[in-house]
C-alpha cells in the first residue's frame, strides 16, 4: 500500500514541542528515542495509538537551531485529516489555546485550517468525509469523536514539479489526481497520508533548513523487498542515488534527495513501534537501539528533562 510513511522535522524546545503535539493537538507520543546519528538529541514520535504508517509525525528537538526559511526546495506545509464536522470544534480550539490560525479556505474541494506550530511549522487540518468512522485516539484532551486521524499528505514547493512528479508516479505509488492553479495533487492508495502536492513556484526565493521545518519525508514499502525494488528503480530510471538500507528498529529505511531538492526516505512497514515496548505503554519509557544501550547513562545526563504526562 502506498503512502506516507512519516514526516521528520526541526524543532526547538523539547518540553514545548512534547506540550504542543500531545496537549493541543491531542497525538499519542508514540516513541521517545534519540537521534540515532546525534544521540545527544531526542527523537519523538507522535501518532495515532498503536502508531500506524501514514500517522507519524517526529521531531528532532535541537533547542538552539536557527529559525528555518520557507522557499523552493522544501516542504511547505504537513496536513493532518480530520472529520469535517470536527473543523468548527478545532477553530475553536486553536483559539482557545492561543494558535494562530488562517481563515477556512478550499482546497481542490476540501475545508482546510491552516496554522502553524510553536517552531513556525505550517500545519493545516483537512476536512474529510468518513473520516468519522474512524477509530481517534481520545487520551491527549482532544475527544475521540475530533482526533486527528492521520496525515492528508503535504505540500512541497519546488522550482519544478516534471521530474519529482515522476518519481512519485513511477516508483512511490502514486497517481496524477488533480490540477489546481500551480499546484499539482498526486494521491496514492492509502487513506492514510495519501496525498502530495506539489506547489509548482519557479523563480521563487530557496528555503533554508532549520527550526519549523521539514527534515524529510518518508514514503511506505511493505518490506524489504518492496524497498529494494524502488531502490533499484530510482537508480535506473531515474539517475538517483539512495543510501545503503539503514536500520531505524522500527523500520528500515534507505533516503535520497529529489530533483526537487526534499530529502525522500523510503521505510518498511515492519517491524513497527511495539517491537521494543508494548502498545498500552508506548512512549513511557525512554528507548535506546542495542548499539547505544551501553551509553545510556551518558545519553541520559546530557538530554533535556522532559514532563511528559499529557493529561
Given at each position: 500500500m502506498s503512502g506516507i510513511h512519516h514526516v521528520t522535522a526541526i524543532a526547538g524546545k523539547a518540553?514545548?514541542?512534547f506540550d504542543f503535539y500531545t496537549r493541543t493537538l491531542g497525538l499519542r507520543f508514540v516513541k521517545r528515542t534519540?537521534?540515532?546519528?546525534d544521540p545527544g538529541t531526542y527523537h519523538f514520535y507522535y501518532g495515532d495509538e498503536a502508531g500506524q504508517p501514514g500517522t507519524i509525525l517526529t521531531f528532532f528537538p535541537w533547542e538552539h537551531a536557527a529559525p528555518g526559511r520557507g522557499g523552493v526546495g522544501q516542504t511547505h506545509q504537513t496536513a493532518f485529516r480530520v472529520p469535517v464536522s470536527s473543523l468548527g470544534w478545532w477553530t475553536h480550539r486553536l483559539t482557545e489555546k492561543g494558535v494562530a490560525y488562517e481563515p477556512l479556505e478550499k482546497r481542490f474541494g476540501e475545508s482546510v485550517l491552516a496554522f502553524t506550530d510553536p517552531d513556525g511549522m505550517s500545519l493545516s487540518l483537512v476536512g474529510v468525509?468518513?473520516?468519522e468512522t474512524e477509530a481517534g485516539w481520545s487520551q491527549g484532551g482532544v475527544p475521540a469523536e475530533h482526533a486527528i486521524r492521520g496525515f492528508h499528505g503535504v505540500t512541497l514547493l519546488l522550482d519544478s514539479a516534471a521530474k519529482t512528479g515522476a518519481i512519485l508516479t513511477d516508483v512511490?505509488?502514486?497517481?496524477e489526481a488533480a490540477r489546481e492553479g500551480s499546484i499539482i495533487r498526486y494521491k496514492a492508495t492509502a487513506a492514510l497520508g495519501g496525498y502530495v502536492d506539489i506547489y509548482e513556484a519557479k523563480g521563487?526565493?530557496?528555503g533554508r533548513q532549520g527550526r519549523g521545518s521539514v527534515h524529510h519525508i518518508a514514503f511506505r514499502a511493505a518490506d524489504d523487498a518492496e524497498q529494494a525494488a524502488m531502490a533499484k528503480k530510482l537508480i535506473e530510471k531515474h539517475?538517483?542515488?539512495?543510501?545503503?538500507?539503514l536500520d531505524r528498529n522500527y523500520f528500515r529505511s534507505i533516503y535520497f534527495r529529489e530533483p526537487g531538492g526534499v530529502l525522500f526516505e523510503i521505510a518498511t512497514d515492519q517491524p513497527g513501534f511495539a517491537v521494543d515496548e508494548p502498545v498500552e505503554t508506548l512512549g513511557q519509557q525512554l528507548k535506546l537501539p542495542k548499539f547505544l544501550e551501553p551509553h545510556r547513562a551518558d545519553i541520559e545526563k546530557v538530554l533535556p528533562s522532559l514532563e511528559s504526562e499529557t493529561v
Open positions: 518540553q514545548r514541542n534519540v537521534n540515532f546519528d468525509p468518513g473520516a512511490l505509488g502514486y497517481k521563487f526565493m530557496t539517475g538517483m542515488h539512495p543510501t545503503e538500507q
